[in-house]
Every structure is written in C-alpha cells, then in structure tokens.
C-alpha cells in the first residue's frame, strides 16, 4: 500500500491504516494505491478519500419539545398560568473546513459557564428554567469546546393562542364497555411556541393547570381532567367532547377546541348480541318508507356455538320487520330460523348446529330488514338471548337469559329527537323489562316431561333442538336418555329415531310457544 497522492494530508500506519495528519489544516484529497511486487505485477488499484478538519462550533438553543420550523431561542418563561418555565435543546453543530457541518449533540457534553443551577439547570442537552435570572453554557466535543451561549430566564408569561385536538382522529369511539382512549390537545402559544404533540408529551406540566374537558353527554361517555375518555353506552348521534383553556388572573380569554364522536359498543362477553352498525351510529337517522338493514353478530370467543335464541324488540308502531328478509349470513352454516311479526314489535332468531366453528368476538349470524312506517319518532330496540351454547355449555338458558348490551340502542326517524336521556332511559328500560317478563318463564309439569323437552331439564327450548342434534349424529347415545326423552324426540310419532325432519320439527314448535 502507497499513498500516491495528498502525502502532507495524510500517512499509512504500519497496518496499512490511514492516519490523517492533524498538524495540516488544508482540505484535500489522499490516494492510495496497492499493487503486487512480487507477483502479478500488472494488476494494481486505488481509492481516493477525502481529508477535512474541524473549523469552529456553534452551539445554540431550541425549544422543547422540538417542533417543525422552531426558531432558535434565547429566553425562557413562564408557561400559560402555571409557576413553571419553558425548557430548551441545546444543539452542538461542527463546522468543517470543507463547508459540511455535523450535528455533534448525542456526542457532546454539556455544562453551565456561568451563572447559578438555581436560574437554569442542564440534564443532557436539555435546559431547564428555575427563577428569573441570565445563565450561559459551552458544549464539548473531545477536547474541543464552543463559545457560551447565553439564556435569559424571564418573570413573564407566554399564554395559550389556540388550541386543536390532534389524537382523538377516529370518528367512532369503539369498543366494550370501559374502553378508554386519550384526547389528545396541540397548544399553540402567544410568542410563537408551540405544544406540537400535545400536551400530553409534556410530562413536567399537569395537563389540568392548562385544559379543562367536558362531554356534552356524561351518560353516554365520559371524560377525566386528563382528557382520558370511556365509552358507557350506544347513542344514536354524535357526542360532543370540548376541551377548554385554564383562565387565571392574567388571561381571561375563551379558547376551545372540540371533537364529535359517535359512541358504538362492542361485546364485551361472551353470549352478547350486537346489532346494526359496528361504527358510526349503531342505527342512522331515517325517514318514513326507509327500509334498515341491521345485521345480528354474537360473540363466543373461548369456544365455538351450538345454539342460540335471540329475541328482539321493536317498537311496531314505528318500524315494521319486512318478510322473507330475516335470513342466516356467512358466520352461521347451522340450523336456522327466524320469526317475525309474531307478535309484531319481536323478530326471533334461533340456530343450532350438533358441532360447528363459528368462533369470535363478532360471528355475522344473521341479518333482517326493517321499514319505517312514521314520519318521526325514537325506536327503542333492544334484545334478551333466551339461549346460548356453546361446546363448553350454557351461557344463557331460560332460567338465567342475557339482556344483550352491544346491540341495544335508538333508531332516530324523522330528525333527532329533543326527548331528554332520562326519558330515553326509562323507555328502553321500560322494553326490557317487558321482555323479560314475556320470556322468564318454566314449562314444568309434574309426572312427565315437558313436550318437546329433550333434553329433559324441564323447559322446552332451542336447547332440546340441539340436543336432538347431538343424538341424531352419535354424540348423545340411546343409553344416555331416557324413554320419555326418547319419545318426546320422535315429533313425527314415526316410531324410529329421530332425524332432520323431528329437529325442524322440534324448532319451528319451539317458535310457536314463543
């Protein structure tokens, strides 16, 4: 190895390292060429590198937290109404003599060279103000060191500007009861600082001695002095959330910013029944003759279902449940059936399978269609799960049936009603109860089964269809039942097993009693 070229700028180590020659302060190029003496003398190569040294330091400081186009700052105050002063970044920039520069900040040392810790202090590169009073600090890079740069603290106040809310984007707040998420608020102020991220990445300022937060319906959601929000309950229009400027002796402008969201439920357990919309509202404003497709998705996330029955409840002056549209969809491959206007404010859902895979946190089991029969009102719909099995047992059952939460809620017509929420409430309330008190019913009767009773537990439900199944494909054999379970399978009094006709036999029955 030679250097053929630039030998005053730099020289080879005895490993064949290039050194630079720090005595030189000129700019230029170094080659080096490696070639083959002893043999293959006519091959050769070599690679030109560049010689640069330092020629001076800059060092200046920056807001923080950084934003876009900050401005290079010498002062610190006061933040907003607080007692607590704005921080800066301090940045060490090597300039070299080729006219390339270099950010040496993560390399640096940083230190005070004048004044007192209790002005300013320095954590890294990061100042911090304390009192009102002038501080200076060097920056240091190997035995290299800047010029001071000199920071005044000041007694004086820079205010909020504006403010917009940046990390609440979704236009659904969606999830299971309790599902929090953050609000999150951008602050501009008035000497040209800025909050870019919100004030939540300002972990040295409390956000309530700057924000205040409100929901315009606390039923519905919730929001904390933190702006952290949790979602309670469906609603059937936008609500409204605000964030709100922290006024004090010197500021007495109104400054807010807000944010709509619509409120839609997920399940949260396992044998609930969500229905219409999964985002947006869970049922969208309509007009009299507007038919409504509501989609029914259950979920059973430990284990597969076997069998549910769904009762849901309309209110039939106002919306009418349109024939030969209540039909299985792709998350169900099972038994199905459905009944609807019988009586007419309650639409019926029942599927059974002897084993299946319809598995989740929303299983598309079903769908119906709805017409608007009115030129306004509030729809009430709600639904109580009669039953629900799963490969590991009953979730729901007669004795103990399910009031659905995901799926429950209001379908505006006409234009959004004036009706306060505690009438809202007391409606739907009102409808659940009078469900219940339909369907909490025991078919007991003493010296012999139920009819239709299969599985012999005393009450006639979708339960004996899936039973009936389960005998029918091996899974409950002959010794395991009695004979009046038996018989009582054997709807067409035919004499022999059961098979497909005494199953749907059995769960268009278990509808007329309904």
């Known amino acids: ?185 951008a602050i501009n102020f008035d000497d040209g600082s800025k909050f870019q991220n919100g004030i939540n990445s300002v972990s040295w300022i409390s956000i309530p001695s700057m924000l205040s937060f409100t929901s315009s319906n606390t039923d519905i959601v919730t929001i904390d002095s933190n702006g952290i929000v949790t979602l309670l309950n469906n609603y059937y229009k936008f609500v409204q959330l605000t964030a709100t400027v922290t006024t004090c002796s010197g500021f007495s402008t109104s400054i807010s910013a807000v944010k709509q969201a619509y409120c839609n439920l997920d399940p949260s357990t396992d044998g609930d ?73 309650e639409i019926l859902i029942t599927g059974s399978a002897a084993s299946s895979s319809a598995q989740g946190s929303s299983v598309l089991v079903a769908s119906f269609t709805l017409k608007v029969i009115s030129n306004s009102g509030l729809v009430p719909i709600t639904g109580v799960m009669k039953k629900f099995t799963t490969s590991k047992g009953d979730i729901c059952n007669f004795t103990n049936p399910c009031d659905i939460i995901a799926g429950k809620g209001y379908l505006p017509i006409g234009s959004y009603p004036s009706k306060s929420l505690y009438e809202e409430k007391k409606q739907i309330i009102e409808t659940t109860l009078s469900s219940l008190k339909k369907i909490k019913y025991n078919h007991q009767k003493s010296g012999s089964l139920v009819a239709g009773d299969a599985n012999g537990d005393g009450v006639f439900d979708i339960g004996d269809v899936l039973y009936t199944q389960q005998y029918f494909v091996g899974v409950i054999t002959r010794s395991q039942i009695s004979d009046d379970q038996y018989n009582t399978m054997d709807t067409t009094c035919s004499g022999g097993d059961p098979d497909g006709v005494d199953i749907q036999l059995l769960l268009f029955c278990n509808f007329i009693i309904l």
């Not at 920071?151 to 504006?162: A, C, E």
């Not at 549910?308 to 209540?326: P, R």
């Open 273 to 345: 029944a969500d229905l219409g919309s999964s985002t947006g509202p869970i049922f969208s404003l309509s007009q009299n003759n507007d038919l409504i497709h509501i989609d029914v998705r259950l979920r059973s996330t430990s284990s597969p279902i076997l069998a549910f029955q769904l009762v849901i409840s309309i209110d039939s002056s106002l919306v009418l449940a349109q024939t030969g549209t209540c039909v299985a969809e792709s998350g169900w491959t099972g038994v199905f059936a459905c009944t609807i206007n019988d009586p007419p404010n």
């Open 1 to 185: 190895y030679t250097v053929t070229s630039g030998s005053s700028l730099a020289y080879l180590d005895g490993t064949n390292g290039l050194i630079a020659n720090l005595s030189s302060n000129n700019v230029g190029s170094v080659t080096v060429t490696v070639t083959f003496p002893t043999s293959y003398t006519s091959i050769s190569g070599s690679i030109t590198i560049s010689v640069v040294s330092f020629s001076s330091f800059s060092l200046v400081a920056y807001p923080y937290p950084s934003y876009s186009n900050q401005p290079i700052i010498n002062t610190l105050k006061l933040i907003h109404c607080t007692n607590i002063y704005q921080k800066a970044t301090l940045k060490l920039t090597g300039y070299l003599n080729d006219g390339s520069t270099y950010d040496l900040t993560p390399y640096a040392t940083f230190s005070i060279y004048s004044g007192s810790t209790s002005i300013a202090t320095i954590s890294s590169s990061i100042v911090t103000g304390i009192s009102p009073g002038v501080i200076s600090f060097i920056g240091t890079f190997g035995w290299l060191s800047s010029s001071d740069y000199t920071i005044t603290v000041l007694d004086v106040s820079t205010y909020v500007s504006s403010i917009s809310i940046i990390g609440f984007p979704q236009s659904t707040l969606q999830g299971p009861i309790g599902y929090q998420d953050s609000v999150l608020v």
